[in-house]
């Protein structure tokens, strides 16, 4: 059974960074695309970034240059680096996994999720 669990999130101002992780089990990250979502209080989820098994990367226009999606295959472990945060950052972030090679933005495109781990931007 694949499991997804994230962490690192909480509050921080704006201006600053944070890291969050997502570490699976039941599946090599390797092998699959992998995403990072996010939905902010009263929003519809929405695609933060995703990372192909080839390693190709792709981001969301809001958050190109900020962020940076990583994987570390060692440790079965995706990244999502977050820096000159904004107070419109502020969401529950979730990662997720699909059973093929390639990105997709769509959540119905994903079919494992984690739990979520909230990021509070202060203005």
């Known amino acids: 059974q694949v499991q997804l669990v994230e962490s690192g999130g909480g509050l921080v101002q704006a201006g600053g960074s944070l890291r969050l992780s997502c570490a699976a089990s039941?599946?090599?990250?390797?092998?699959?695309?992998m995403g990072w979502f996010r939905q902010p209080p009263g929003k519809e989820r929405e695609f933060v970034a995703a990372?192909?098994?080839?390693?190709?990367?792709t981001y969301a226009d809001s958050v190109k240059g900020r962020f940076t999606i990583s994987r570390d295959n060692a440790k079965n472990t995706v990244y999502l680096q977050m820096n000159t945060l904004k107070p419109e950052d502020t969401a529950v972030y979730y990662c997720?996994?699909?059973?093929?090679?390639?990105?997709?933005?769509?959540?119905?495109?994903?079919?494992?999720w984690g739990q979520g781990t909230l990021v509070n931007v202060s203005s």
């Open positions: 990372m192909a098994s080839s390693g190709v990367r």
């Open positions: 997720a996994t699909r059973g093929q090679t390639w990105i997709e933005r769509r959540p119905l495109d994903y079919d494992y």
């Open positions: 039941g599946r090599t990250f390797s092998r699959y695309a």
